[in-house]
């Protein structure tokens, strides 16, 4: 009975910790989405990750994958953007999730006077001009190839 007392002492003394400092980081990234929703930092410019919440199985794989840091985190279980105006598009969160749970896309351009209007085959307002990759906001190569195809 003390051995496995001990066991027990021993298993809650490595584990509380752990959980305690996931919770708390938990609650700071909740904080901060609600902080950036506030500041209208939460719906990027430009690329962004979209998460399928239905897929996402909250391992974290794509925080870390992320170049410029402090764009996703992992908020009730989930990958959430936090910041995402700091996403400058690098892609490299949607190769790093194990199930798929992440596409690059375009978001809100209609506020950014530096972008064309474009129509669905990629057709500016000037007849005959049409714009695919970095100059239709998606700056990944493998964007511009699909775009150009499309077009």
Known sequence: MLVWGLALAVAAAMI??????F??????????????????????????????????????????ACPEGDVLDIV???STIVNGLRCVGHGACEPACPVEAITVGLGDVSARADMPLLDETYQSTVAGV??????????????????????
Do not use: W
């Open 130 to 151: 049409y714009v695919v990759g970095e100059l239709g906001g998606l700056a990944l190569i493998r964007f511009a190839f699909e775009q150009g195809r499309d077009a």
């Open 76 to 78: 009730g279980g989930t």
């Open 16 to 21: 509380v910790p752990y959980a305690l400092a």
């Open 23 to 64: 919770r708390r980081r938990g609650r700071i990234a909740e904080s901060r989405k609600a902080e950036s929703a506030a500041l209208g930092f939460d719906q990027p410019s430009a690329q962004y990750p979209l998460v399928d919440a239905t897929r996402c199985i909250g391992c974290a794989t794509c925080v870390g």
